[in-house]
């Protein structure tokens, strides 16, 4: 699996060499061909009113991406539940739970208290935003609305947060955030599985923001039509073994280090590791969401009998405990920052401030008028930010704390 795994990669990201890759590049295309047909017919259907969203009580924020690999998705939700928790909201996140073996419609992965669901039941991904949140709520579901009408009978979250969910159209949301790769956005810019489009280019007018993830330097001179953000990433400086130690990654630079990594991506991991000199004695990439069984964890000794570390991912490090490895094992997290972040805060503070997020009542929208012409006005969510428009006067009242100001003097020009 492993091996045509990276073929089909190198097929996507180097194109075809030879007849026969050739040929079977055209063949995938012709199947690329047939799941566009069904992606048009699926997003008639929504447009349509064939296929309808479920609508939650509770604020809902979605976070994907349009291109199948590691775009960042698991750090702008670890992200966004820290913001939110330091602004006192309970806050959940639904996953579908993908690579987990769970049999039942609705997992509890933690409620704050503890895991209660092992990486191989719940998935990879929720397991490590449960151990790197212990107070939210984590839940897997492959209908996530059924996690959300759990959290809203339970009345036991004040925000959720939808991860890898932006292709899940079955529940609408708040603010829909979409991650592509600051390089590559749209890859070869094929579907799935000529290339690594989850869908069509033109879903780009479902995200209400553009997120784009990458390494520090570099970035695609490419327009999105809508308000972008840039989340770069690096290796923390600081590494985690099995066993809860702490180790400075700076001192792998003269320790023989074996590394290993079961992500979309493990090439950019190990690259990482050598920008900051560590010293990779040798390397070993695994498929994404591997299984560590017992066969693995022999072969991953075997390979570094002559090493003095073993260093691999925090996604990893959720399915591996200390007693599996004859060498001390250390994860490596990674330091998120993120750049021109004003839109989102912006739209985060208006989704999650009570005082702010509570939208004006239609009773007092109601009798409210603009001071120089007497005339109704109309409630305005233009970038995020709530205000009152008078359409005759051509200006707009600004919303300061759930208050609206209906002054002349901090009236701005209205720019349809």
């Keep these: 699996m492993l091996q045509i795994e990276k073929l089909h990669r190198r097929l996507v990201e180097h194109g075809p ?21 069904v992606l048009v ?13 479920f609508s939650s009580q509770l604020p809902v924020i979605a976070v994907g991406n349009l291109a199948v690999g590691g775009t960042g998705k698991t750090p702008m939700v670890d992200f966004l539940a820290r913001y939110a928790q330091q602004k006192g909201l309970r806050t959940a996140i639904v996953s579908r739970g993908y690579g987990g073996t769970y049999p039942g419609e609705l997992g509890i992965v933690s409620l704050g208290n503890g895991l209660l669901l092992k990486a191989r039941e719940a ?20 209908k996530r609305r059924k996690a959300i009408e759990y959290l809203e009978e339970n009345n036991c979250a004040d925000l959720i947060i939808l991860d890898d969910a932006f292709q899940h159209r079955q529940v609408a949301r708040d603010l829909n955030l979409l991650l592509l790769d600051a390089l590559h956005p749209f890859g070869n810019q094929y579907l799935l599985p000529a290339g690594l489009l989850r869908e069509n280019k033109s879903a780009l007018e479902r995200a209400d923001l553009i997120c784009l993830t990458g390494p520090k330097d570099g970035s695609a001179s490419v327009s999105f039509g809508k308000k972008t953000i840039r989340m770069r990433s690096s ?32 090439e950019r991991f190990f690259a990482a590791l050598e920008i900051e000199g560590v010293n990779l004695f040798d390397k070993l ?10 066969e693995l964890i022999s072969l991953i000794n075997q390979k570094a009998i002559d090493a003095e ?8 490090a959720v399915k591996l405990s200390a007693e599996d490895f004859s060498l001390p094992c250390f994860s490596v997290g990674l330091d998120v920052s993120l750049e021109d972040a ?24 109601g009798i409210l008028a603009c001071p120089k012409c007497k005339e109704a006005v109309k409630r305005d969510l233009a970038e995020g930010m709530e205000s009152l428009v008078c359409t005759k006067c051509n200006l707009v009242y600004p919303v300061r704390d759930g208050i609206p100001v209906m002054l002349i003097d901090e009236a701005t020009p209205f720019e349809p």
């Design 17 to 37: 060499q030879g007849i026969l890759e050739q040929g079977l590049f055209l063949l995938l295309r012709l199947l690329a061909a047939i799941y566009s047909f």
């Design 41 to 53: 017919l699926r997003d008639l259907s929504f447009k349509c009113g064939l296929r309808k969203s």
């Design 123 to 142: 998935g990879d991904e929720p397991c490590l935003l449960a151990h790197r949140n212990p107070d939210a709520l984590v839940l897997v579901a492959a």
């Design 235 to 266: 290796l923390a400086k600081q590494a985690v073994s099995l066993a809860g130690e702490k180790l400075l990654l700076e001192t792998c630079r003269t320790r023989k280090v074996f590394a290993f990594a079961g992500i979309a991506n493990a």
């Design 285 to 294: 990439a695994l498929g994404d969401h591997v299984d560590y069984d017992a």
């Design 309 to 316: 570390i073993l260093l691999t991912t925090e996604k990893d």
């Design 342 to 365: 004003a839109p989102l805060l912006d739209r985060l503070d208006l989704l999650l401030n009570k005082d702010v997020a509570m939208p004006l009542s239609d009773e007092l929208l």
